[in-house]
């Protein structure tokens, strides 16, 4: 970055285009680790604690997502803004009481705004204080511009969040026979008919279930697995060189 700031300040005003490419290629390569590369639930495999509790219906999968996605924009952007003045022997235990502080406050907003979703979630809210791939992120923005750090806890929460509601809608519709049942608990009472029913299918104990838990987070990281086998046999297949035909008089 500091390069990429001197050839900026050397070339005069028709400088700052390679440091728009350059910052193009870097939020990129964040948004590619975050959403898919090194993705926290599917290759990092951390944060399993409110993964495997929560997720037994939609709605709570992606209210859990959005609060772990929330902590890991602003605790990102804290770090960052802090990084100059705390030193590395006692970064951890401040990233810690910013992340706690953080929570506090993202907990206490969801009791007052969605108080039953929060009577739902329960004791995992404050759990993220204890989620490494937060701690981890927060390594991340001690070494980067906020606005980097706080786009990487961006997409780091976005990928968290959408493995959440898969992994929900997938156990939801398994366990109970049903998707986006009580959605009402984020989005009002207007929200209550959004429930989709299965046919007659009642559903099976098992998807609800710890079990039926990593049975589902299984399925999602054997099929990111095969995903990224095919493309990287697409990428390494040879290229077919077709030799032109001579004409013939």
């Known amino acids: 970055m ?3 700031e001197a050839a900026v300040h050397s070339h005069g005003h028709g400088a700052p285009v390679p440091e728009l490419a350059a ?3 870097e939020y990129l390569t964040i948004a ?38 929330m902590t890991f924009v602003i ?7 802090i990084r100059n003045w705390v030193t590395s ?3 951890i235990p401040v990233f810690m009481l910013v992340i706690a502080c953080i929570v506090t406050v993202i907990e206490l907003a969801m009791n007052a705004f969605f108080h039953e979703l929060y009577t739902v979630l329960g004791i995992f809210i404050a759990l993220i204080v204890t989620n490494c791939n937060v701690l981890a992120r927060a390594e991340f923005a001690a070494k980067h511009r906020v606005l980097p750090a706080m786009f990487d806890g961006l ?41 989709l029913h299965l046919g007659d299918y ?25 995903i990224d086998r095919r493309r990287k046999e697409r990428k390494t297949e040879p290229a077919v060189v077709t030799e032109p035909v001579p004409h013939t008089a």
Do not use: Y
Request: charged share 10%.
């Open 202 to 226: 009642k559903g099976m104990l098992l998807g609800i279930l710890p079990p039926g838990a990593f049975m589902a987070l299984g399925i999602l990281i054997a099929l990111k697995n095969v």
């Open 155 to 195: 997409m780091m929460g976005l990928g968290f969040t959408l493995v959440l509601v898969a992994l929900g809608a997938m156990r939801e519709m398994f366990g109970s026979g049903t998707l986006f049942a009580n959605a009402h608990l984020m989005f009002g009472e207007a929200a209550r008919g959004l429930t």
């Open 89 to 91: 022997e006692i970064r």
């Open 23 to 25: 910052g193009q290629n």
């Open 75 to 81: 605790s990102n952007g804290a770090v960052s803004l």
């Open 32 to 69: 590619r680790d975050g959403l898919w590369t090194n993705n926290p639930a599917l290759v990092q495999i951390l944060g399993l604690c409110p993964l495997m509790a929560v997720t037994n219906s939609t709605v709570n999968g992606l209210g859990m997502g959005l609060a772990t996605m």
């Open 2 to 4: 500091a390069q990429n």
